[in-house]
């Protein structure tokens, strides 16, 4: 088994239980979020190891975190309690204004989430690991949790960057040279992102053309479609794996399925080609209920998709 | 701003929560709706000013209409409570027996909204507005409720009608004799219809011909084809918008929420083929719940919707 | 086995998820009731047999309504689907202004239930039923009704009447006038009643005076006492059953719950006071849930109910 | 009218109310089901009668399956209450880990059901039928369930069989060789199948080729193909009739949809062709629900579905 | 009619769907909330009128807020959308760890309500009111807010005050030290307090020896008791009221019930006595929801309450 | 921080969302249970460790189980997934027919529970345990799981067994013999029960009597007695601590509640009394809730209701 680390903001998520404005839902449903914990479940799913290194509030929302994380195989020991603050939430907003699409309203400024920093990253937890995973979330959320990241970096054996641009928590320009000081400072062995991310740091948003470029900072570069699929570049070539057309009742969470399976099974030994086939389908499941993490799939469950769709 | 005055009845809806006959549903959401307060709304978010004339029992659902309309911005001065009826309701039966088609079970016969009468209308009310509006929902509840409209109509500078010919209030004939008589005595300056309702009133059903046949009856003509998308005649010529394919929940009320997006951007100065285009993006929203209301777009979501389309 | 025929309206109730104004309830739970549906039910838990004359709508809530109680082991053979009608329906607002006190919002003037005419009474159909049972409901919707109530009452073996007076349906007086003409008419065999109902029939509330007023028109006479309980009367002398506190969720059909509990035990043999004591265990059960049915005891279970609260 | 006897077991369903792993799933929603349950409703819905000769458990939900059964419609009195055993339950799990694909987790060994025997069939009983059906299901469950059918098989004047194949019940060895021994020593005048369980009996999993060898089994044969549609093999022709696309919620229950609507149907005196094309709609109405029973569609309603597809 | 104006921040209420903890509980309702919000409606109900003074986010929670305070009836002219900070929320707990009491999780801290300032306080408006209410929330929540509280009780013709101290928004010196302030200050008409409060800026908790110490700087001080009733001093005398015994669902916002109720109730000319009889009433109705809105009752609501009491 | 090793099964319990018979139940709400599960969890919440010995199957509902227990923080390296079953579950029935009593229907037999063995005990697991605990449902669901606790009790340094009599497991004889050989043997340190189980076990049900007697077969002897309190025997005294009266949602699992909070303190170093206090707090909390689990207080939240209970 391998074991991946992931640092970056935990969150509870309040999924609204019908479509349209914020203003006309009256009931919300519950739900731990957050880029890398999802990634990590889907890591996990894949029959490997994982562990986060967050910060969460001295409050019923933080145990709440661990508990379903430790639940779900998580190794929680790197996850603080910060009794000076709080754990950060959001509301999913679906389908309104634009179909199949969700929004976010977010309550995290000054969360515990975003107090993380490099004195929560140990060397020794850092070093049992065999890979270590953040993204452009945690680099946007607080200079100490970029901080935090960078330090991880530099004493990880192999290193994973998602680009997750969210621009309601920094402006392009930052996102770009955060990112840009990032990638060129520690070349990630596997990078994932999407045409409007690429757009922002490259300039780039053809996926082909991209993903040329930014094979020069990054050995494996998955490019996420939505749902039209993923290309990934490596060795030199661009392999596309289409998407499934299904009923979708929320998109959030889909590119952090697709990056974590396509990790874990990659490491596991699968070729990239077949463990993007296999990330697909982990994307897809998870665009059909609310909730980032409870419909990922195991790498069993993948080939039964496969096998049907075959049919 | 342009202010819009509408005739006609305001229901409490009660939708049913899943999909099926209404034997077997167990569960009811209560929303508010009425063609013509559906159209208010519509009107309302791009920007724009609505009352309504009508009336509603002195019972909680009278003041849960009156409450909820004044909430969503309508002006309430002209709904009366009438203490001798009571508020009309309906239930709506989803998908059965034909997949994404609703059908309604009305309690409105005698109910306070079809004692709507002449007397409601007062003269500075309706000079107030820009333009009046109301629908074949309306000529069909009462005599006193169609008397209303043409009083309102003899008094407005602008007029604006919707055929929406509900068989089980009225016969095909009656229908077709008090809407050409409408159509004959007013001359609305906008129709908006069906193929349906036009091969009732004018024994046509082709979009176009029937357009070209209602044309002289009206200066602004808009064709509503549902998932298709909608036809608008002005000045001698046709356009057509295509509808978007989406997941629909119940299609009620996706006509009305057409035609008050269409109604107020028109006025608002967007020439009839922008006008169409953003009202296309109204109705589709619309189907995306249950409710007629709650899902109605802003004229700035509208565009985000449209940018989104683009890419 | 003893069969009852109950004549009565059945109604659709729509009782509201939550406590509160009607105006504020989203949510509404369907159920099937009427005061002699819900006797009939209560009849058959005790083992014995029941059919209901009534008419409901050719319409869903129709055949929700035969589909239901024909479940539930009703005789459905007299209840007629009336084409030219519709089914009648209420909404329950709960604990609002009043706690543990549920009103009503009928929709059923002109329902297909008021319509019950004496040409629904087939003389063979009542002569197959040992005892015949119907309330001022019945006698309040419409003359139809009443003088099927009359008719089936002129051609029963045994006769039961409950007061249940509801005064949205018609004036005291009319109430006083109707009904006592039934009793002067039929001196039905078993009479059930409550003081506010004996105030208006006889001008005596206080239980144990009006049950001596009353056994002038009735062999045994049920005096309902909500919460605090029952008394019965019964060969000069009255017993007194207290009642039970529970947790109230809707109160409606309590006293529904008694009455056919009382009379199915009464007529299987049971005395008058075990008859009581086990017809409170069926009403105290039945306003610990929304809807008047659903929680109707067996015999076995009032036993086990009695068991219990004797440890 | 003509009246079709089933034998088989019912069963209560719980249908996850979202979609997801059972894991994941905290509200369950529970219908009746079991095959030969739905076959029996289908064919009630088109003006036909039925029996079932099951067993249920002496417990709530045995007495939930008889009353169910019971208001819709179906003759009960060949469900017997089997005091030593329980009724059997199922789960159904949706769309994970294959969209629109439901799978079953089964407490049913065992259970009242299973016990089915053959002094459950009375000779009278189906003498008093026109028909006699049951599916592989019921083969599979014990083998004096088996040996019933054969016993009523045996007795009856026509025949319908559905292979049903379920191999969490028995081997695919198993069910070859017991579903042969019955073709072949009834030749059952239906017979229902789909692809995947003729390539268990007969190896062929070609619609066309295994209709034509099945047809030396069974004068009319139906292939069901899924979303795709069906097949009917008679008179040595086949007849394709396609399906229509709809928003799959669960597929469970779908082919009894079919066969129970296309039974009826051609036992009033439907050709085959009208037979089937009205039975795929009744098997798409079906997917749009949870539950295999209550959006099963009259005669009349398949009707309006097929107008409104004309249009 | 009279007007009162309060000010304060209004919040967005998520309460949980469940009792225990927040961790456990997976749906959350949404309600509007805030103590001067609902003094405001509690004060409406009573037929007489209401404005806020207030500052909401420019997200949906913020449009929420207004469309559901304009419903009700409140004039929301004074209310502004602050581009720059976001809508204050908070989750309920319920019952968990001590059974019927609720506590707080706030999201509140630099919220748009919290920079609510005294240049929102228009000296027009102000003039327009005939009362002015605040509690110590809103001098608690932030300087600025606090400042404004100040201006408008210096502009005020009458004044109201709710102690109201929460204890998570500022210390207890720092609660009594503001408050004792506004009181010497102004010295307002009414102050409406509790044991806690009182023992906090007084050091008394004993309610009747509270009562005539704070009677030096109020000339009307109601004493809310919670389940058991409430205190009002006036002209030297005290009364007391008790509290009936209702089904607990959330005891949140029952003081504002009260206390808004009592101020529009002796407003209007009631005795001081029969005012707090009522305001009982509505706070007793308070907490059978939850939520803080909905039930409050309507002056002939809570005479139908006290009637039937009588009973 | 002392650690307790428990043996039992682990269930997945189907709570009826509503009271009543659970034939009219549509919703059913999903937790984990167990009574062994039960006391483990409020050991934890005390702050000391729990294990549990178990087997579930190779079944959703038993990787349900597993990722509960882990998340709540329970070492189930004890528990096995048993290929060769299935995970037992039950349904809740509330309040039907007896108000506040809940009944159970299990579907348990043959379950990989019940499949407990003596080779599932390993010594040095047992031997890192300070203390072992099981139950009555263990000895009665099967011989090996009855050796299993036999032999767990004979490596363990303290022992606690709960009578936990279920008459649906196993006749009273056998419940009384087994239980008595498991007292003989090892004279458990403690003892939990109540006064229906040792009726059955020694013949009396007065409970200090009870107590007395069972004083001979161990140290320390509880005696739960439901919403009434508890009481326990110690060093010749008994001590009484009364119950509270709040609001019921389902009594099942208070018992658990009672013990494991009771055992986890005493062994914390509090005496019996306040030992004692304290869990009456947690089986209160414990009712107020459907669910065994969620709403079990922590020392610190016990002490805020005892808090808040001497205001």
Same mark, same amino acid.
């Given at each position: 088994?391998?074991?991946?680390?992931?640092?970056?903001?935990?969150?509870?998520?309040?999924?609204?239980?019908? =479509?349209?404005?914020?203003?006309?839902?009256? %009931? @919300?449903? +519950?739900?731990? $979020? #957050? *880029?890398?914990?999802?990634?990590?479940?889907?890591?996990?799913?894949?029959?490997?190891?994982?562990?986060?290194?967050?910060?969460?509030?001295?409050?019923?929302?933080?145990?709440?975190?661990?508990?379903?994380?430790?639940?779900?195989?998580?190794?929680?020991?790197?996850?603080?309690?910060?009794?000076?603050?709080?754990?950060?939430?959001?509301?999913?907003?679906?389908?309104?204004? =634009?179909?199949?699409?969700?929004?976010?309203? %977010? @309550?995290? +400024?000054?969360? $515990? #989430? *975003?107090?993380?920093?490099?004195?929560?990253?140990?060397?020794?937890?850092?070093?049992?690991?065999?890979?270590?995973?953040?993204?452009?979330?945690?680099?946007?959320?607080?200079?100490?949790?970029?901080?935090?990241?960078?330090?991880?970096?530099?004493?990880?054996?192999?290193?994973?960057?998602?680009?997750?641009?969210?621009?309601?928590?920094?402006?392009?320009?930052?996102?770009?040279?955060?990112?840009?000081?990032?990638?060129?400072? @520690?070349?990630?062995?596997?990078?994932?992102?999407?045409?409007?991310?690429?757009?922002?740091?490259?300039?780039?948003?053809?996926?082909?053309?991209?993903?040329?470029?930014?094979?020069?900072?990054?050995?494996?570069?998955?490019?996420?479609?939505?749902?039209?699929?993923?290309?990934?570049?490596?060795?030199?070539?661009?392999?596309?794996?289409?998407?499934?057309?299904?009923?979708?009742?929320?998109?959030?969470?889909?590119?952090?399925?697709?990056?974590?399976?396509?990790?874990?099974?990659?490491?596991?030994?699968?070729?990239?080609?077949?463990?993007?086939?296999?990330?697909?389908?982990?994307?897809?499941?998870?665009?059909?209920?609310?909730?980032?993490?409870?419909?990922?799939?195991?790498?069993?469950?993948?080939?039964?998709?496969?096998?049907?769709?075959?049919?």
């Amino acid at each position: 088994m391998v074991k991946l680390i992931a640092l970056g903001e935990i969150l509870v998520q309040f999924n609204a239980l019908a =479509v349209g404005p914020l203003r006309h839902i009256n %009931y @919300f449903e +519950k739900h731990i $979020a #957050g *880029s890398e914990a999802n990634y990590c479940i889907a890591f996990i799913k894949q029959g490997n190891e994982c562990g986060i290194i967050a910060r969460v509030g001295d409050d019923e929302f933080g145990y709440n975190i661990i508990e379903w994380l430790r639940g779900q195989g998580v190794d929680v020991s790197g996850i603080k309690v910060d009794p000076e603050s709080f754990t950060g939430i959001y509301f999913v907003q679906r389908s309104h204004p =634009v179909p199949n699409r969700s929004s976010m309203l %977010y @309550f995290r +400024k000054g969360s $515990a #989430g *975003s107090r993380l920093s490099p004195e929560d990253v140990s060397e020794n937890y850092i070093k049992s690991a065999d890979i270590v995973h953040s993204s452009g979330i945690t680099l946007a959320i607080s200079d100490t949790a970029r901080d935090a990241v960078f330090r991880a970096f530099s004493l990880a054996k192999i290193r994973s960057f998602d680009t997750n641009i969210r621009l309601r928590l920094w402006s392009a320009e930052k996102a770009k040279s955060e990112i840009m000081r990032l990638l060129n400072e @520690f070349k990630p062995d596997f990078l994932i992102t999407d045409p409007d991310d690429s757009k922002i740091i490259i300039g780039e948003s053809d996926p082909e053309k991209a993903l040329k470029i930014l094979s020069n900072y990054s050995r494996i570069v998955v490019m996420k479609l939505g749902a039209r699929g993923a290309m990934v570049y490596s060795d030199g070539s661009i392999y596309f794996s289409p998407g499934y057309q299904v009923q979708v009742e929320d998109v959030i969470g889909a590119g952090d399925a697709l990056g974590g399976t396509f990790l874990s099974l990659y490491l596991k030994g699968f070729n990239v080609k077949k463990a993007l086939d296999y990330s697909i389908v982990a994307s897809t499941l998870n665009v059909m209920i609310r909730g980032d993490q409870e419909n990922l799939p195991s790498t069993k469950e993948i080939e039964e998709f496969l096998a049907e769709m075959k049919k």
